[in-house]
């Protein structure tokens, strides 16, 4: 079993950084695809960032630039890095990891971003 616990969630002023973490436990791998999501209320969820165990990183547009997504691979972690946020960024944060066939989520992190 795969359990994902994220933290750093908050309030914000427009302009501001947070740091997400998000820590994995169980039966995983370094190699595995890690990633963060967001999502609003009624909204769909949609990719903000995904990486490989090897490092490579693919973005969505809206947050090229000012979000970077990193890992620890010794302690599972994997991070995002959020500058320059925008009220447009309030959202709830999932990460997730791909394990096989498998994707597992966290519970999720509310960012909240004031204008």
């Known amino acids: 079993q795969v359990q994902l616990v994220e933290s750093g969630g908050g309030l914000v002023q427009a302009g501001g950084s947070l740091r997400l973490s998000c820590a994995a436990s169980g039966s995983i791998f370094s190699k595995n695809v890690m990633g963060w999501y967001r999502q609003g209320s009624g909204n769909q969820r949609e990719l903000v960032a995904v990486?490989?165990?090897?490092?490579?990183?693919n973005y969505a547009d809206s947050v090229k630039g000012r979000f970077t997504i990193s890992r620890d691979n010794a302690k599972n972690t994997v991070f995002l890095q959020m500058n320059s946020l925008k009220p447009e960024d309030t959202r709830v944060y999932y990460c997730?990891?791909?394990?096989?066939?498998?994707?597992?989520w966290g519970q999720g992190t509310q960012v909240t971003v004031s204008s």
């Open positions: 990486i490989t165990g090897g490092g490579t990183t």
């Open positions: 997730n990891i791909v394990v096989g066939s498998n994707v597992y």
